[in-house]
């Protein structure tokens, strides 16, 4: 494996022509107060540019401490991250570089310096991926991604849950899905040890349109009961956290009744996965919902993006709703041209990090940057940071 661990700022290692940069696709403040972030960015190994998995270790301030690259010769990516009990990180994603050919899931285990400890690979000839990483109550691992699979002799992405044992040994594994591509972007243990999932399905949506699927299972992955939600046009849930009426709150987006246009979709549901009540928020052009948590006050912190009506620029966006999806405030950061939300967290101070990429054209060519946001209470900006 060609890996790096080092403290070399990342700008030592990356290029500055066009197209080059790094995108955060997951945060979390860790048990210092400050915080870990996970993602991609675009090297130069040795003469072309490839993807690599980035891990950042930031202090309170939002001040890089250390940056971590982990890959090969092609694209590998980190999808999400989180802090371990022991103190070190686990990361997900996908891998070109390693693995039984194609791209395959991606799991990589570091010690309290992102130095690594372990990674294993999972997947058969075709493309698999690990979208959402999280440590389990036995200090194992629970991944949800996609993976091919023939169903009913049709091949097909189906949604893939792997429970890992606390050295990377896979427990089981098991798949949901049907004759067409269907997706999980983020699972999370529940209360009762076993597991929720959400993603997309176009097996089971609207005439072949992809809809929000929430997939509940018993805490050996197998499956007690699924929803789908959507119309007539696409829709995909992103994020779902167990929320603490024992419940589930859902983001994700959905293409509202002008084609084409998506709005971010927030969906509560009881513990039954019964629709409690939801909510859009539409900006003017096409937005999306990538990360959601309830927050200490019984509502909620959204973050994703919000196109201008020109289409020629994109603003993170992040909203805050009471316990019953209604918009209390959001708040707009705008970088310099094409920005993303995603990954949020309510902090210990009350206030929020967000995490995601910003964009700016230049040389002919896009580039974008690792985009850390501290804020308030009230979702105004303390400090911003940029990495890449």
């Keep these: 494996m060609l890996a790096f661990a080092d403290d070399t700022p990342i700008s030592n290692k990356t290029s500055s022509g066009p197209g080059y ?8 403040q860790t048990a210092d107060g400050g915080d870990i972030i996970g993602g991609t960015e675009y090297s130069y190994e040795p003469e ?26 092609h694209n590998d990516i980190g999808y999400s991250v989180q802090q371990t009990r022991d103190g070190g990180y686990i990361l997900t994603g996908s891998t070109e570089s390693f693995g039984a050919g194609s791209k395959d899931l991606w799991l990589i285990k570091t010690d309290t310096n992102g130095n690594e400890i372990w990674n294993k690979t999972f997947g058969g000839q075709r493309d698999d991926w690990g979208r959402s990483v999280q440590q389990t109550a036995d200090g194992g691992y629970i991944i949800t991604g996609s993976m091919y699979s023939y169903n009913a002799a049709h091949l097909s992405q189906m949604v893939w849950l792997i429970k890992i044992d606390a050295n990377g040994n896979e427990v089981w594994d098991r798949i949901f899905g049907g004759p067409r591509d269907d997706w999980g972007y983020s699972v999370q243990q529940t209360n009762d040890g076993g597991y929720i999932i959400t993603g997309g399905t176009k097996s089971f949506g609207e005439g072949g349109n992809s809809a929000l699927w929430l997939i509940k299972t018993d805490p050996n992955g197998n499956e007690i009961w699924d929803k789908i939600f959507g119309g007539p046009g696409d829709s995909v849930g992103f994020s779902v956290q167990q929320t603490n ?33 939801d909510k859009t928020f539409r900006g003017s052009v096409d937005d999306a919902g990538k990360s959601v948590q309830q927050t200490s006050d019984g509502g909620y912190i959204i973050t994703g993006s919000k196109k201008s009506s020109s289409g020629g620029s994109q603003d993170l966006w992040l909203i805050k709703t009471d316990g019953y999806g209604n918009e209390i405030w959001d708040k707009f950061f705008d970088g310099s041209g094409w920005n993303e939300g995603k990954s949020v967290q309510q902090t210990n101070d009350g206030g929020y990090i967000i995490s995601g990429s910003a964009y700016s054209y230049s040389s002919g060519g896009k580039n974008s940057v690792v985009w850390l946001i501290k804020t308030d209470t009230s979702g105004n900006k303390v400090w911003g940071k940029t990495f890449g």
Excluded: C, H
């Design 21 to 28: 940069g790094g995108v955060g696709y997951s945060v979390q």
């Design 48 to 73: 072309y540019l490839s993807q690599m998995v980035l891990l950042i270790k930031t202090d309170a301030d939002g001040n890089k401490v250390w940056d971590r690259i982990f890959g090969g010769l």
């Design 245 to 277: 009426d024992g419940g589930y709150i859902i983001l994700g987006s959905e293409e509202s009744y002008v084609p084409g246009i998506n709005v971010i979709w927030l969906i509560k549901t009881d513990a039954n996965g019964a629709k409690v009540w």
